[in-house]
């Protein structure tokens, strides 16, 4: 019954692209839908683009792992929504009725007209693809591995053989439907993983025996000691930092941008912050009903504790969820995942093949096949990553999040603002925001605590937290110090878009 | 205008800084949260150009950010949490999803459809102005 209903999802799911991709016949079509999608579409893809393996799979293990203090990434959905409408998505639709802008570059481009801004934009845009991607592959494995019990099979070699055949099914899906299917398909993908969400929610809550008995025996337990507290296990300043890098990083993520522009009627924007909050909220309660449940029956001795804390929620199904509730979990599991894979494959490969020779003046005759080698090696990449990562898929998660924040966001939430933002200062802010995530986190890794301790920062401290916080000032100190007054810089139609 | 992102500027300065100069590390993560709260709302009036939305909404929404959190530490600090009673972990998980999740949701969504709904122009007045290629 699992099987069949994941596989029947899968094949909706590429129908739905075949469909897509036989309406698809110019590049307006292929890279934001003809800009004819509406609201709920929109909303619904946004959605699914955005929730991923790490909140079905992740969120899960990192609340049972450390408690109520992991609830800090979730929490921001109450303002994230209306603060990414009120700030970016707007200017972004508005200027893709004012210029044909396909792509996050795209859009870089028109408001500083500056090669050294583009190119680093497109730069954190390939790199983000590559670690938000490798989370997605990491979150596979520990599904196929969970699902088929591989790691008795294989032994230490079970995790690297799951990764390998996820990264089969994800790429082989992208090169038949995924990359054309886009919008319609996430959309689908997204109604499926709400449905779902409230399944299991409902679920969790009668198998663990209703909230009360869930709150009780977690807080009794020895196991669980601390889990209540408002920080969790967790420490103060990484519960923060998991705050910050998820309530504003999120100004910077090109997978959700880029469904703006495909909009049909800008006005209906008015309803985003309600309906896309909404939804998330509403698929974000699989998170906190798993979350809250798997160590309550833990801690009710009905669960053996687990081995590896992203293991919740594939447990749990296995244990607990009726076979056709565990198929359409698992079918949503994939959905998540491969909504969020196919929009970053699209976005990645598009970077390379599209505006990296479009920075230099060339168009690239053979698009499609370099699209799909560039596929291929930013999926190849970002399987390495995972492989080597050996940790949390919410970790792995976060910090390509948070390194797409640090970069990005910024630029973003200021840039399409404040008129006073200079393209050096965007430049400056883009390359201290990816400089800053990737070598932190590389020295957190390397460290012997695997905290950033060692050069003088708190322990608990995130490594994209600092790196937002910093590009955020670099922007701001640079731009008072090489701007004057900009608004003559800014080409017409952008400055009407700036100010409407 | 240039005086939003300065007090964006202190907003992520400031917590910086009190985290370096309080002794005790619970105080200076203490005094950064409001500050912290408010930076998405400041990024908000940011976004808003010269049309400044309701801000009393906005400035309601950031004192129930910021007391919440407040409260949430302060239960922290003070409240042996290790094993609470269900009723103790209750209240922390109403207040983290009513206060810091559903209320904003509300708040913002209804602020940002209110003003969005008087601020956009329309579709043909921005194509009178189209220009060139995007890169």
Known sequence: MTLLLTVASLAVVTAIGFWSFRRTRTPRDFFIAGQGVGLWATAMATMAAAFSGFVFLGGP???????????????????????????????LRLLAEVREVFTIPDAIACRFESRPTTALTI???????????????????????????????????????????????????????????????????????????????????????GPEAMVESISRSEQFRGFFDPMGSGQSVTVLGFFLVFGIGVLGQPHMLHKFYMMKDPQQLRWMPMILGGSQALCLLIWVGLGLAVPALVAQGRLAPLVLADEAAPRFLLEFGPPALTGLVVAAVLAAIMSTADSFLNIGSAALVRDLPRLFGKNGS???????????????????????????????????????????????????NWKRVTATAATASIATGLTASLSLEMVRRLSPSGTLAEIGLAAGALPSAVALVTSLSVLMIVSWLTGGNKRSEIAGDVLAVMES | MAKKPALVLLTVISPLLLATLASDAALAVGLSVPLICALPVLLMVVGTGDRRPPGWTLLTLW????????????????????????????????????????????????????????QVPSTGDLRGLRGGEGS
């Open chain 1, 61 to 91: 293990g990192l609340t049972y792992q450390m408690g109520v203090g992991s609830l800090a990434i979730v929490l921001p959905v109450g303002f994230t929504a209306g603060l990414l409408c009120w700030s970016v998505a707007r200017r």
């Open chain 1, 123 to 209: 730069l954190a845009v390939v790199v983000g693809t590559i670690g938000y991607l490798g989370a997605q592959f990491l979150a596979l494995a520990i599904l196929l591995q969970s699902l088929f019990d591989t790691r008795q099979l294989l032994g230490p070699w079970s995790l690297s053989v799951a990764l390998l055949a996820g990264l089969a099914i994800v790429v082989l899906y992208s090169v038949l439907g995924g990359m054309v299917a886009g919008i319609y398909t996430d959309m689908v993908q997204g109604i499926l993983m709400l449905v779902a969400a409230l399944l299991v929610f409902s679920r969790a809550l009668w198998v663990s025996g």
């Open chain 1, 366 to 416: 053979q698009r499609l096949v370099h699209a799909r080698w560039a596929t291929l090696g930013i999926a190849l990449a970002a399987a390495g990553l995972a492989l080597t990562y050996g940790d949390l898929v919410a970790l792995m998660g976060t910090f390509a999040f948070g390194t797409l924040g640090a970069a990005l966001a910024p630029v973003f939430a200021l840039g399409l």
């Open chain 2, 63 to 118: 004192l129930v950010l910021t007391s919440i959190w407040l409260t949430l530490l302060w239960l922290s600090a003070f409240w042996d949490l290790s094993h609470p009673s269900a009723g103790e972990a209750t209240v922390v998980l109403v207040l983290m999803f009513v206060g810091l999740g559903l209320l904003p949701l509300v708040l913002v969504g209804w602020t940002f459809w209110r003003w969005f709904s008087s």
